[in-house]
């Protein structure tokens, strides 16, 4: 039981550490993207590795106009996204745009939930590195 709790203690420790790696990046490498734009208060944040896919539901309102960044790590290569409606239609594709734009600005009609999903491409590197990946909101009032 004591061998289960210092485990536990330690792992919580490493996802700590992790985030606030994560949390440090962010502020450092990201946040100057959103310019013009209020960051909305969700912090949304992975370390990922080459070949991860990764998935989030977020809830956009009508009539506002925002902006969806996708910010990573340069050691994870040319990370890519999509975002899909509800229903799973692909209403953005990052690798039909411009490599070097990591945001996509857009209006909302109506309120919904789009489902971001961002894919760290692999590589055949005998040293697999980890880095963050960070999804931002911002929206203009």
Same mark, same amino acid.
């Given at each position: ?9 330690t792992?919580?420790l ?11 990046f962010?502020?450092?490498?990201c ?6 734009y ?7 944040s992975?370390? &990922? ?12 309102l009508a %009539? ?9 790590h ?10 899909f409606?509800a229903?799973?239609?692909?209403l953005?594709d ?10 996509v ?5 109506t309120t919904?939930? &789009?489902?971001?999903?961002?894919h760290?491409?692999?590589t055949?590197s005998?040293i697999?590195h980890e %880095?963050?990946v ?5 929206s203009?009032?």
């Amino acid at each position: 039981m004591k061998h289960t709790i210092i485990l536990l203690l330690t792992l919580g420790l490493f996802a700590t550490n992790a985030d606030a790696q994560c949390r440090s990046f962010t502020k450092k490498n990201c946040l100057t993207e959103l310019e013009g734009y209020i960051q909305n208060d969700n912090y949304n944040s992975a370390i &990922l590795i080459p070949g991860d896919e990764a998935q989030l539901m977020l809830t956009f309102l009508a %009539g506002q106009e925002y902006r969806l960044l996708v910010c990573s790590h340069p050691v994870l290569g040319d990370v890519t996204y999509e975002i899909f409606d509800a229903n799973g239609k692909r209403l953005f594709d990052s690798r039909k745009n411009e490599p070097e734009i990591s945001y996509v600005d857009f209006n909302m009609e109506t309120t919904q939930q &789009l489902q971001v999903q961002v894919h760290v491409p692999e590589t055949r590197s005998a040293i697999m590195h980890e %880095g963050c990946v960070t999804v931002l909101v911002g929206s203009k009032s």
